[in-house]
């Protein structure tokens, strides 16, 4: 899932990924990156086009 202008350090675009240790976010211009926690990440939430991360907190 990709979210446009939602990074936090250069306000690129940020993609939503999954690896075997849970998911997390990165941006694709700067390469910034946050782990998302389990609870923040419904199996809705990642695959709803509208929903929104709270990438700040």
Known sequence: MLHMKCCPKCEGDVA???DYYGYYVTCL????????PKNKVSSK???DKHSKLALAA
């Open 16 to 18: 939503l990924n999954k």
């Open 29 to 36: 211009q700067c390469g910034w990156s946050k782990d998302i």
């Open 45 to 47: 939430s990642s695959h």
